[in-house]
């Protein structure tokens, strides 16, 4: 079905809600707030802290949206959802229908009403900015449609589509991966997901911690590719376990690989292999997907009560609440810019104050040193001042000469990180073209120098969200799909 045949603007039902109130009366209304778990009760667990909104909140919400002829909050989304038309199924109180919406063009919707960066995508669209209100709560709304569906006992179950026969095979079930194999099983295709951790979810469950995406919500989305026939394969690691030609050989007509970035960066200073320093991806995999602190696991981490995390992006702040949780009685956030310029989302500074880290903003670690049992200590931190503004728009911190010295006693890296070198590496005698920075090169269709061997995700871009991963996984799947059928 096509976003026109499940929720046509012109619609008599939609044209009726257009006329049911002014849009001086709808805008008029406050946008909604989600209900948070306490700071104190919640840096005791990992449950999750937004909560979600309530029916009565979502349907007044969905009312503020003023369903415009040319909505460029889709512009805004890297999957192109239909925004106003789920949007306006919430108002009128079919949230079945608005989350069949959704599942047009997303593979996750239940996971981007969480995580996605709504305020710097589809809502930062949204006509609301200009009469300068805020937006319509699109997120909070993505959220509760999907959530809405997973709970409903009557949900329909998914329809098994026709298949054509022909096989294709996907490496890595992050964001990327999932995407791609939820639109070539709904395009009738075989399809096959290969992943070398032993759970399913990549970046969603080793990356995110469960105070922000549980990982029962990714189970659910998962199950819901399963149940229209995506085969899933864990412990395999393809390069290693399985190579490439061998799944030519074994009749997959095309590969999509969507391995992620999982190769941290370190600054290369002084005492960064002390004991106790160690990577966000690291630390983050030994406590979300290892079970690292909690009971009845083995999985060892270090649970330090000065905790120094270094950078200001999401994984950063995911680490050092992570730290908070773990009995960090001093949780640092050290970042050589202001605040201003820090990449991760308002909402997640917002809570990180909430729960009591403290924010060193303009400092940037020079060296660490370490006792004589060879564990780190302290952070000898630089101040910095902000100069003109780099290729990116943000201003160049600066160094100022400017020496203190923090006392610590683990240090958490969030600098950045780059493709896992396995599978391009493994390639490139077959004639992959790999970038300097280690990332497969594609062209506009996503596709690689190898005929039919696709790529996307943090593999491709080197880092980036969970919706543009997504939105890479859709365009090869389109792009593949159309070449496979064609040949």
Same mark, same amino acid.
């Given at each position: ?225 399963? +149940? ?11 390069? +290693? ?11 997959? +007509? ?234």
């Amino acid at each position: 079905m096509t976003q026109d045949t499940l929720a046509p603007r012109d619609a008599a039902w939609r044209e009726e809600l257009r006329k049911a109130m002014s849009a001086k009366e709808r805008t008029a209304i406050p946008r909604c707030k989600m209900p948070e778990l306490d700071p104190a009760y919640r840096v005791t667990n990992n449950d999750e802290v937004n909560q979600g909104i309530s029916e009565e909140q979502a349907v007044m919400e969905a009312t503020r949206c003023l369903d415009c002829p040319n909505p460029t909050c889709i512009t805004g989304c890297p999957v192109q959802i239909d925004i106003p038309g789920f949007i306006k199924n919430i108002q009128r109180g079919d949230f079945t229908m608005a989350a069949a919406v959704l599942k047009q063009t997303s593979a996750l919707p239940a996971v981007c009403g969480r995580v996605c960066p709504q305020e710097k995508q589809c809502e930062s669209k949204c006509i609301y900015h200009k009469m300068k209100k805020e937006p319509v709560a699109i997120g909070y709304l993505e959220r509760f449609a999907a959530d809405a569906e997973r709970l409903d006992p009557n949900k329909p179950e998914p329809a098994m589509p026709v298949r054509n026969g022909i096989k294709v095979a996907v490496v890595g079930s992050g964001p990327a991966g999932l995407s791609f194999a939820g639109d070539m099983i709904k395009k009738g295709f075989d399809v096959t997901v290969f992943e070398a951790l032993h759970q399913i979810g990549g970046v969603l469950k080793y990356g995110i911690p469960e105070f922000r995406l549980p990982n029962s919500i990714v189970d659910y989305e998962i199950d819901n590719l399963r +149940k229209l026939g995506v085969k899933f394969i864990n412990d395999i690691v393809v390069s +290693k376990t399985i190579t490439y030609d061998q799944l030519v050989a074994e009749g997959y +007509k095309g590969v999509f690989i969507g391995s992620g970035a999982g190769l941290p960066r370190f600054m290369g200073i002084p005492g960064e292999n002390l004991i106790g320093v160690m990577s966000s991806n690291e630390y983050l995999t030994r406590v979300n997907l290892m079970g690292a602190g909690r009971p009845g696991y083995m999985t060892p981490v270090k649970e330090g009560k000065r905790v120094a995390v270094i950078g200001g992006g999401n994984t950063a702040m995911d680490s050092v609440r992570t730290a908070r949780r773990m009995g960090a009685e001093h949780a640092y956030i050290i970042y050589r810019r202001s605040e201003a310029e820090m990449p991760a989302r308002i909402e997640e500074v917002h809570h990180a104050k909430q729960e009591g880290v403290e924010f060193l903003n303009l400092y940037n670690p020079v060296e660490y040193k370490g006792n004589e049992k060879g564990q780190v200590t302290t952070a000898i931190l630089e101040r910095m001042e902000l100069g003109e503004p780099d290729a990116s728009g943000r201003r160049s911190p600066v160094p100022t000469g400017e020496l203190t010295e923090l006392p610590i006693d683990e240090v958490i890296v969030s600098v950045g990180v780059s493709p896992n070198p396995l599978i391009p590496r493994s390639l490139e005698h077959e004639g992959l073209n790999v970038s300097r920075k280690g990332t497969i090169e594609v062209n506009d269709n996503m596709e690689s120098s190898i005929q039919m061997l696709y790529a996307g995700g943090d593999i491709v871009r080197g880092g980036a969200t969970v919706i543009l991963a997504m939105g890479d996984g859709r365009h090869a799947a389109q792009e593949m799909a159309k070449k496979l059928v064609n040949q």
